[in-house]
């Protein structure tokens, strides 16, 4: 194991997350600055989501046929570029178009770092290799809003952009030189077959974003011409040995049931992150700068719970460990909607520790189970659905939020809550079905 190959990929991880909440936080700083209307401004985020989450199943089978290390170079250049763009974008188009074309650098990068940590790390190592990344990508997650804090306290909002360059480089540097080749398939590249899965997960990803601001039958549609485009994609892949939308794969039981679970507990994080801030203001009373601090328990928690399960993982099956931990969220979730609006500081930290023990007692190992029941050569497939879940179930857990606020605006938050009990509970299910006899093949 080469630690400056992990190095390389945890640079690459961590200037790609970071990215992600840094703009989120910032848009009204950006939005200001560029005198677009925040509502208008956040199709600087929506861009950029609908462009990762539509390239990461293509760009997960340009790993498999072209070596996943050329795409995450390739990924990383793009980013880089795409960052300079955004920091000299004068106008909301330039820098919606500068942010599409950074998240298709980011793309890249997500979809093939999973496969990448596989290739570095010896078999019995690779439990403590997906423990790091996603341990690294929780602190870089956790520590985007505190960079954006500290750049537009210091300077203007095109900073947020170029600071990233600069670690984006060293990134490239260090994995053009240290990266190893990884197994590839080489098979011909269905560009057809490619536009259809991007169609798919966008118009997917569209519906539930916009379901609680669309009209029904627009977000209806919007599905529906998703739903055209996968059985279009289905049928045009029958019988490939490797499709990019990974059909083959979801023939493996345990495989199914590992991104059944990872979309169910990405759901309840999203909807938490989105729902706490809610909660905290408007029932509880506490300020927006007391926020950040009252739900910082959750994520310093998640920061160390990786190397816990990463070690667990070895003696207990990811199976068992992800019943355990969505069982633990969802009681913290309970224990969260049962607060009085009078709790104290420690009562809710303590609520969140315990949600994020939950948590990270199913991120790892699930990670884990995922990419080591799919064959080798199909470790890009694997790697792209293991980061499609993760945004898919963000986006769901955000929508999900946004549709109990708008249907029932006195009792949303509660709404949402027990919404987010019953998908961690679902997981907690498909999670502790891969330990079935019938199943573990």
Not at 211 to 237: K, M, S
Not at 421 to 437: D, E, K, T
Request: glycine share 8%.
């Amino acid at each position: 194991m080469n630690p400056l190959a992990v190095l390389a990929a945890m640079l690459g991880v961590t200037v790609v997350t970071v990215d992600m909440t840094l703009t989120s936080t910032a848009i009204p700083a950006i939005a200001s600055g560029i005198g677009a209307p925040p509502a208008t401004a956040i199709w600087i985020i929506n861009a950029y989501y609908l462009i990762v989450i539509a390239a990461l199943l293509p760009l997960a089978a340009l790993g498999e046929i072209y070596g996943h290390r050329k795409v995450f170079l390739t990924g990383l250049m793009v980013f880089a570029i795409g960052s300079l763009a955004c920091g000299f974008s004068t106008t909301l188009m330039s820098l919606i178009f500068s942010r599409a074309f950074l998240g298709l650098g980011a793309a890249a990068v997500a979809a093939t770092v999973p496969a990448l940590v596989k290739a570095i790390y010896p078999a019995n190592k690779l439990a403590s290799g997906l423990g790091l990344y996603a341990m690294i990508a929780s602190l870089a997650l956790t520590l985007g809003p505190t960079i954006s804090s500290i750049v537009l306290s210091i300077t203007n909002w095109p900073w947020l952009y170029f600071q990233t360059v600069p670690i984006a480089s060293l990134a490239l540097l260090l994995a053009a030189k240290h990266l190893p080749h990884t197994q590839r398939h080489v098979r011909p590249f269905d560009g057809i077959s490619a536009l259809l899965c991007a169609a798919m997960l966008a118009s997917v990803l569209f519906a539930i974003a916009g379901a609680a601001h669309l009209t029904w039958p627009a977000a209806t549609l919007v599905l529906a011409g998703g739903l055209v485009c996968g059985y279009w994609l289905i049928q045009r892949e029958a019988g490939q040995n490797a499709p990019i939308f990974s059909v083959d794969l979801f023939a493996i039981p345990v495989f199914s049931l590992s991104a059944i679970t990872s979309i169910c507990a990405f759901s309840v994080q999203g909807l938490a992150f989105v729902m706490l801030p809610f909660l905290l203001t408007t029932q509880m009373g506490f300020s927006p700068a007391e926020v950040g601090w009252l739900i910082s328990p959750w994520p310093i928690a998640l920061i160390l719970m990786p190397l816990l399960s990463a070690h667990l993982v070895q003696h207990i099956a990811p199976g068992k460990l992800g019943f355990l931990g969505l069982l633990l969220l969802a009681l913290g979730l309970w224990l969260i909607g049962s607060m009085p609006n009078t709790a104290s500081a420690m009562d809710i930290g303590w609520r969140l520790v315990l949600c994020a023990i939950g948590f990270g007692f199913f991120q790892s190992p699930n990670m884990f189970a995922l990419m080591t029941s799919a064959p080798s050569h199909r470790s890009g497939g694997a790697s792209g659905i293991l980061a499609t879940s993760r945004l898919l179930g963000q986006s769901i857990g955000a929508a999900l939020v946004a549709f109990c606020l708008t249907t029932w605006p006195q009792r949303g938050l509660q709404a949402s809550i027990w919404f987010g009990c019953g998908l961690a509970l679902i997981g907690a299910l498909s999670s502790v079905a891969r330990l079935m006899p019938a199943l573990r093949r």
